[in-house]
C-alpha cells in the first residue's frame, strides 16, 4: 500500500509528510455528509490542527483529504484505519516490561518471533508488541511490552537473535 501512496502523493511533498504521519498515528479519513474528515478513533480533527501540528498550510490538508476521498483504493485503507495506545512509553510505569528492538535490518523476517520465543519460553506473558513500519520511520524499532518485567539476564539471548542490532529494557 506505502508504494501506491507513494505514487500518488509522489509531486505533492508537503502533503506526502502528512500522509505519513497521519499513518504513523493511525488517523483515518471518512467522508461525513458529503464533507472528508480526520478522525482519532471517533474524536474529529480539523484540518487546522492537523496543519498546524504538521507544519503545513491548512490547503495541504484539505487537498490531501480531497485527493483520498477521490480514490477509492485510498478512501477504503484511509476509511479503516485505526489507532491503538502505544505502551512503549508508559509501561514501565504500570510495573511493566519494555523492551525496545534495533533491528539490523527491520525488512529482515524472523526477528519479532525470535525475540519473542525467548521472552515465553521464560514463562512471560505479551502484553504487546509495536513495530515502527520501514516505510515510514528512519531507524525503525521493535517494543514490546510484557506483563512482568523482563530480567537483565534475557537481554543475552535476545542479543543473540539473528537480526537484532541491539536491545534496551526501558
Request: proline share 5%; hydrophobic share 40%.
Amino acid at each position: 500500500m506505502w508504494n501506491y501512496i507513494d505514487n500518488v502523493f509522489y509531486a505533492y511533498p508537503a502533503e506526502r509528510r502528512v500522509i505519513q504521519k497521519m499513518l504513523n498515528v493511525g488517523l483515518s479519513v471518512k467522508l461525513i455528509d458529503g464533507e472528508p474528515k480526520i478522525f482519532c478513533d471517533d474524536i474529529e480533527i480539523k484540518p487546522n490542527a492537523i496543519a498546524k501540528a504538521y507544519h503545513v498550510d491548512r490547503r495541504v490538508v484539505v487537498n490531501m483529504l480531497k485527493r483520498i476521498i477521490d480514490d477509492e483504493t485510498l478512501y477504503s485503507f484511509f476509511s479503516n484505519l485505526k489507532s491503538m495506545a502505544n505502551l512503549s512509553e508508559t509501561g514501565s510505569k504500570l510495573g511493566m516490561g519494555v523492551i525496545e528492538i534495533t533491528p539490523e535490518d527491520a525488512n529482515r523476517p524472523g526477528i519479532i518471533s525470535g525475540v519473542i520465543r525467548i521472552i515465553s519460553d521464560h514463562g512471560i506473558s505479551i502484553r504487546q508488541v509495536v513495530t515502527d513500519d520501514p516505510d515510514l520511520i528512519e531507524n525503525p524499532k521493535a517494543f514490546i511490552i510484557t506483563q512482568g518485567l523482563i530480567p537483565s539476564s534475557l537481554l543475552n539471548d535476545i542479543k543473540r537473535v539473528s537480526g537484532v542490532k541491539a536491545v534496551t529494557i526501558l
